[in-house]
């Protein structure tokens, strides 16, 4: 008996090529390498604690650097890499943390006009210190170099130039501490803050190096490092340009 087939050849009931059933594809292994793959374990496990070595280390060469006298400005670097770390992690976690997201306080209305009040007060001081000041260096600079108009004008500008680094070391100093006062209020004191503290859109899809971060960006180790960065900048750079111009 013969066999029956189709006018292509193929027998009846049989599927050619492009007629067969797909095959169903199995799971795949992502071919994407892990961003994250070059952070250490234990730097992932203990981010605060590497960060608290990492500013030790370089506030002993801080003070090693004392007594080698090295170069002036080696002491800018050694008090930039100490806050470097941290700094980042917080300017990170803040830039992505909106306003809104912190809780809202819970101090009275009495609480909040008295602040301002001292507040006042306190801008009030510092105006009068600063025409105190101004008054006093204005004598000095004349019983120095005369009567001379053009001189005094001249010591004038130079000393206000000097005096940049000392207001920028104040005023960076008032940015720690600010920056620090609300991480306490985002995270608390904790190396990994509770659930839900962090925005959860922060590196959501990189946990570890969000891990790392978050535990860099503590404000303890911010204070520390930060405000000396900022002590260290007020008394070894700025004290020291404003008296070479005085002299």
């Known amino acids: 008996m013969s066999e029956v087939h189709g006018s292509d050849g193929r027998p009846p009931g049989s599927a050619g090529p492009e007629e067969r059933a797909p095959e169903t594809p199995g799971p795949r292994r992502s071919l994407d390498p892990d961003p994250d793959a070059w952070l250490p ?62 809780k809202p306080r819970r101090d009275t209305v009495l609480g909040h006009f008295f602040v301002r009040f001292l507040a006042l007060i306190a801008a009030f001081l510092v105006w009068g210190v600063s025409v105190v000041m101004s008054a006093s260096i204005s004598t000095t600079l004349q019983s120095l170099v005369g009567a001379s108009e053009r ?46 503290a962090v925005p959860k859109k922060f590196l959501r899809d990189r946990p570890q190096l969000r891990r790392v971060v978050v535990g860099l960006a503590h404000p303890g180790l911010l204070l520390v490092a930060g405000l000396g960065t900022s002590v260290l900048a007020l008394l070894l750079g700025a004290v020291e340009l404003t008296i070479n111009v005085l002299k």
């Open 41 to 102: 374990p234990w730097l992932v496990e203990h981010p605060l604690t590497a960060g608290w070595a990492w500013a030790g280390f370089w506030a002993a060469l801080i003070v090693a650097d004392e007594f080698l006298d090295l170069a002036g400005w080696s002491w800018y670097v050694l008090v930039g890499m100490a806050a470097l770390p941290t700094l980042l992690a917080s300017i990170a976690l803040l830039h992505a943390t909106p306003r809104r997201y912190l």
């Open 151 to 196: 001189e005094v004008t001249a010591v004038g500008f130079n000393l206000l130039l000097a005096a940049i680094p000392l207001v920028v070391s104040v005023l960076w100093l008032a940015f720690i501490i600010r920056c620090a006062w609300f991480l306490r209020k985002l995270r608390g004191w904790k190396q990994t803050p509770e659930p839900g």
